[in-house]
Structure formats: structure tokens, C-alpha cells
T-cell receptor, first 115, second 112 residues
Framework: NAGVTQTPKFRVLKTGQSMTLLCAQDMNHEYMYWYRQDPGMGLRLIHYSVGEGTTAKGEVPDGYNVSRLKKQNFLLGLESAAPSQTSVYFC??????????????FGPGTRLLVL | SQQGEEDPQALSIQEGENATMNCSYKTSINNLQWYRQNSGRGLVHLILIRSNEREKHSGRLRVTLDTSKKSSSLLITASRAADTASYFCAKNYGGATNKLIFGTGTLLAVQP
């Protein structure tokens, strides 16, 4: 199992450009999450999904959109990047049942720099 | 904010010593989880403690939970240089979505 993978690992954007970050998991998990991590701020939840075709807003959703067209993929989109979106983005997933555990499994992260 | 506090922000110890880091929260939790993050990597789950538990062990890790004080501690015994990482507590307040609220973390440096 590859677990949770993220593409790309690193990206530089100019202000106003758009991009999509891809998260893929091969563990058949129902729940998927997108976080951003900034120095001194811990992780903050951007958007999450409790199943294929469903998404919901987290703590800091402004400026981002998401889609979960396939169970194994969770896409995070930036329509018009801003310097404030410079951050490290982490994707995580979790199975539905308590028997599968309540912990989240994290990807390696995507470093985004917006100039 | 439900984020709560973690302390210390940074901790430097010698190999073989014990490391203790603390986490506080503001409203009742379903469970509390500890994660480790090595530099430049994703988070890895360490241990989960439920609201009706007071102490859990996993190898060299010991976690306590005091719901009356709304606080938790992570103790790493006999630390190793490989334990150098950031440690985060994450609060689960329940509900169907299993959202986690992460603290700001403790940066642990274990000197060989």
C-alpha cells in the first residue's frame, strides 16, 4: 500500500494563478481532509469529505475549493492564488468505522509558494 | 477557539532523559490524539486516549488525560536522537465528521 500520496511535492505560483493539488489514498477510506500548516499555527482544516461526492468546509475554507469525484481522490483547488496561501498542505484520510480506528493517516505534504 | 495550548513550544534534552509535553483544551472532548512530525514530513499517529481513560502506554510513550483540568501529557521515556521531531496533540470533539483540532506543537530536540 502506498497509503496517502500527494501531488505535486512542491510548487511555485504567481499571484492570480490557479492550481490543483491532488491527494490519493489506496486504503478505501471514506473520510478525507485537507489541512494547511503555517509556522506557529499548527494544522488548520480547510475542507473535508465524508464520502464520495460530498464535501464540507473546515476552519479556513476561503480561497479554496475541493472535489471528491472518486472515493480514492480528494482534490484541492486554488482558483486565484494569493501570497497568504503560501503554506504546506497536508491531506489525510480515515476509515468510516470505529473498528478501523479514529486516527488519521497523513500524506507527505505539498509545499506551495505564492509570489 | 477550541485549539487550546501546548507547552513547552520547544524542548531540548540529552539522550536517555525523559521528555514531557503538555496539551490543554477548552471544551469537552471525545478523544485526544498525539502525532509526531519529522522535519519536512507528514504527521504520524502515536497514540489515542479516550475521554473515559486516564492513562495509556505504548512502548516508551505514556499519555495521561485529566478531564477535570482539561489537559493531557505525553511522556517519552529514555529518549533517543531519533525522537527529535515536532509533537502535536489533536482534539476530537466527536460527531460524525471526526474533525481534529490540532495544537501548535512542541519541538523536541534530543541531543546525542
Amino acid at each position: 500500500n502506498a497509503g496517502v500520496t500527494q501531488t505535486p511535492k512542491f510548487r511555485v505560483l504567481k499571484t492570480g494563478q490557479s492550481m490543483t493539488l491532488l491527494c490519493a489514498q489506496d486504503m478505501n477510506h471514506e473520510y478525507m481532509y485537507w489541512y494547511r500548516q503555517d509556522p506557529g499555527m499548527g494544522l488548520r482544516l480547510i475542507h473535508y469529505s465524508v464520502g464520495e461526492g460530498t464535501t464540507a468546509k473546515g476552519e479556513v475554507p476561503d480561497g479554496y475549493n475541493v472535489s471528491r469525484l472518486k472515493k480514492q481522490n480528494f482534490l484541492l483547488g486554488l482558483e486565484s492564488a494569493a501570497p497568504s496561501q503560501t503554506s504546506v498542505y497536508f491531506c489525510a484520510s480515515r476509515p468510516l468505522s470505529l473498528a478501523g480506528g479514529e486516527t488519521q493517516y497523513f500524506g507527505p505534504g505539498t509545499r506551495l509558494l505564492v509570489l | 477557539s477550541q485549539q487550546g495550548e501546548e507547552d513547552p513550544q520547544a524542548l531540548s534534552i540529552q539522550e536517555g532523559e525523559n521528555a514531557t509535553m503538555n496539551c490543554s483544551y477548552k471544551t469537552s472532548i471525545n478523544n485526544l490524539q498525539w502525532y509526531r512530525q519529522n522535519s519536512g514530513r507528514g504527521l504520524v499517529h502515536l497514540i489515542l486516549i479516550r475521554s473515559n481513560e486516564r492513562e495509556k502506554h505504548s512502548g516508551r510513550l505514556r499519555v495521561t488525560l485529566d478531564t477535570s483540568k482539561k489537559s493531557s501529557s505525553l511522556l517519552i521515556t529514555a529518549s533517543r536522537a531519533a525522537d527529535t521531531a515536532s509533537y502535536f496533540c489533536a482534539k476530537n470533539y466527536g460527531g460524525a465528521t471526526n474533525k481534529l483540532i490540532f495544537g501548535t506543537g512542541t519541538l523536541l530536540a534530543v541531543q546525542p
